[in-house]
Nanobody
Framework: QLQLVESGGGLAQPGGSLRLSCAVAGSTLDAYRIAWFRQAPGKEREGVACISRSGGLTKYADSVTGRFSISVDNAKKMVYLQMNSLKPEDTAVYYC??????????????WGQGTQVTVSS
């Protein structure tokens, strides 16, 4: 069973930054695309960012485009989500997940356990 472990969540002020990390165990990153999702209180889980195996192609939700950046380190089997210009509405539990494609936000194969991000003064 492939295992995904998120870290880096915490409390940030509006306008601040956080970097989330996703460690992948049990597989190499070339087998999947890695995506970040989030679930805010009272809302459905939504796709945030996705990255290709090479890291050359990325996909972002409209709400985070220009503020968030996804990257991959295949040697370390790590995927990162750099979150800048944070807004209170970014508050959510963030999950990394494996997908076959970045063309859409469905067809998730494995989920991490999530890490809490809170943006508040």
């Amino acid at each position: 069973q492939l295992q995904l472990v998120e870290s880096g969540g915490g409390l940030a002020q509006p306008g601040g930054s956080l970097r989330l990390s996703c460690a992948v165990a049990g597989s190499t990153l070339d087998a999947y695309r890695i995506a970040w999702f989030r679930q805010a209180p009272g809302k459905e889980r939504e796709g945030v960012a996705c990255i290709s195996r090479s890291g050359g192609l990325t996909k972002y939700a409209d709400s985070v485009t220009g503020r968030f950046s996804i990257s991959v380190d295949n040697a370390k089997k790590m995927v990162y989500l750099q979150m800048n210009s944070l807004k209170p509405e970014d508050t959510a539990v963030y999950y990394c997940a494996t997908k076959d494609y970045c063309l859409n936000w469905v067809s998730v194969r494995y989920w991490g356990q999530g890490t809490q991000v809170t943006v508040s003064s």
